[in-house]
């Protein structure tokens, strides 16, 4: 779909009319395959993120309430209110750092968009093909909110996944929800008002629960401010890009109003996704693909790691350096915990970064040896990519050393739709779901012919 069709509005309204109209046009079958394939990587981090604390939590709190509705809460039995289960399940799939993000903007869509348009379809019994069109609506809308704020908001501590996630939730219910325009631009003018989030949890004094709880609550926002839109609930029509709307209070001057629409229907930020490949911030990815394949299949001994160097982004090094983590939440945010557990053990197993491995006095001693540095090309580079260097010095004297700007998973470096299901399957196997993952990916794959998303739900609770 082309711009040119639009009529020449504020970026806002050209944006949220573009979207609206996706629920009807015609789409390249790359795209809708695309959706298919976020979907099932942030089902699997909702299904394993689903028997994590935080999630458990939540759950409990809904069910205590008992709110009435056809909608799933993964990895449990029953059936609650849309708003309930986009926020239980928004925590669980941001759970466990291995939900996907899209650099440029630095967000995190998947766990936002996904969790809103799942209830959102199971609520109104919409098919399929409506649920992956709220996908590919929600993560255009959620990447380029972000764009459009500039970086000022992440440099003043806001999370800005949570900070335009209610905006693009509401969006992506609504173009599942069939909302037409008038009702569409009321939920986004309501849902501005429900953005927020701080990124206290990487102060360095402990990350708790809240960044879970982030991307849960804005996608229950978005649910929520597009059922009050559909009752007739409305909301100021000039809340993203006019006075004191979203861009102005959150981005100031680092605000670009033009990244709402320029190029709509020509590049899709749905493209762009990065699937993660191990449990930690993408910032370290990189760092503990590269450390991986320079210590070779077998994990090393400590005594053999004399001291290793990682250049990166000079944000990563501002916000990624803490040695002595206190919990997992800030184990998978360090850089020198992250490289213990790349060179002594399976970086891919979320058990490593439980409480009890990040005491291990092994790895504590290792991340001592780690030093943080600005690498002046990944800063060069970012946020567009997230490049890193490392230098791995063994007690021999030899100097590995290795470099990548674009780690697997990576648009540019993309995982194949096979490992996408086995990042599933392996997720799917550690959850608290006792059904079969060959059946969800199965009805994940086939989920553009299906009748009614709420046959898909069915898979996600026991």
Known sequence: ????????KSPALRLIEFSN??????????????????????????????????????????????PQGACT???????????????????AIHGFEL????????????????????AAAESADATGERLLRGIIAGYEAMSRLSLALGLEPS???????????????????????DLPTEQLSCAVGLACSTASGIKSFAGGSGGGMVKRMHAGRAAAAGVRMSQLARRGFTGPAAAVDGRFG?????????????????????????????????????????????????????????????KVTVATSEFAVKYNGNKSPSDTMEAQYSIPYCVAVALTADAGDPHAFSLEAI??????????????????????VYPKQFGSRVLLHLDNGEVKEAATLDPHGTAADPCTGEER??????????????????????????????????????????
């Open 155 to 177: 440099h003043r501590g806001f999370h800005k996944t949570s900070v335009v996630g209610p905006v693009a939730a509401a969006i992506a219910a609504g173009v599942v929800m």
């Open 99 to 118: 939900d996907d993000l899209i650099p440029s903007s630095i967000i995190h869509p998947g766990t936002v968009i996904v969790p809103a348009v799942v």
């Open 73 to 91: 809460i993964y990895g449990h039995s029953g059936t609650t209110a849309a708003a309930a289960a986009a926020l239980c399940n928004g925590t």
């Open 359 to 380: 005491k291990d006095p092994v790895r504590r001693a290792i991340a001592e040896r780690v030093e943080v540095c600005v690498d002046p090309q990944s800063e060069a």
């Open 21 to 66: 109209a996706l629920g009807a046009a015609p789409l390249p079958q790359s795209l809708v395959e695309q959706a298919k394939g976020c979907l099932l990587d942030a089902l699997g981090c909702g299904l394993f993120g689903s028997g994590q604390p935080w999630a458990q939590i939540m759950a409990e709190e809904i069910s205590a309430e008992r």
């Open 246 to 306: 979203l861009l102005e209070v959150f981005g100031g001057q680092s605000a670009e109003p033009d990244q709402l629409w320029q190029a709509l229907g020509e590049r899709w930020a749905i493209n762009e996704v990065w699937v993660k490949v191990y449990p930690v911030c993408g910032w370290i990815q990189g760092v503990v693909q590269l450390l991986l394949a320079l210590r070779g299949p077998q994990p090393l001994e400590a005594a053999r790691i004399r």
């Open 1 to 8: 779909m082309k711009l040119e069709s639009l009529p020449s």
């Open 421 to 462: 299901i086995a990042k599933f399957t392996r997720l799917a196997g550690l959850s608290p779901l006792k059904r079969d993952p060959a059946a969800i990916v199965a009805a994940v794959q086939t989920l553009d012919m299906a009748k009614s998303a709420r046959e898909l739900g069915k898979l996600l609770r026991n």
